[in-house]
């Protein structure tokens, strides 16, 4: 089957955005996983997102299917 989306996926980061807070929306085996947090690297084709708790989540490029700056909490 063949995934529907309701909206327009737009991945609107860049390694520019490098220390600003945003959310990433990745494909996962089991549908789709969210990250917020703030974008701490951009190399080799993964990106690292810095959690509030503290964690570092490390998502291959490949995987992106949304992304977005979002404001300060």
């Known amino acids: 089957m063949t995934p529907?989306?309701?909206g327009r996926l737009v991945i609107a980061v860049s390694p520019s955005d490098i220390g600003r807070r945003v959310t990433i929306r990745r494909a996962d085996p089991d549908g789709f996983r969210d990250t917020i947090g703030v974008l701490t690297s951009w190399h080799e084709g993964v990106l690292g997102v810095r959690r509030r708790d503290?964690?570092?989540v490390d998502i291959p490029e490949s995987a992106v299917v949304a992304a977005r700056v979002i404001p300060e909490r």
Do not use: C, P, V
């Open 4 to 6: 529907r989306f309701a």
């Open 54 to 56: 503290g964690t570092l």
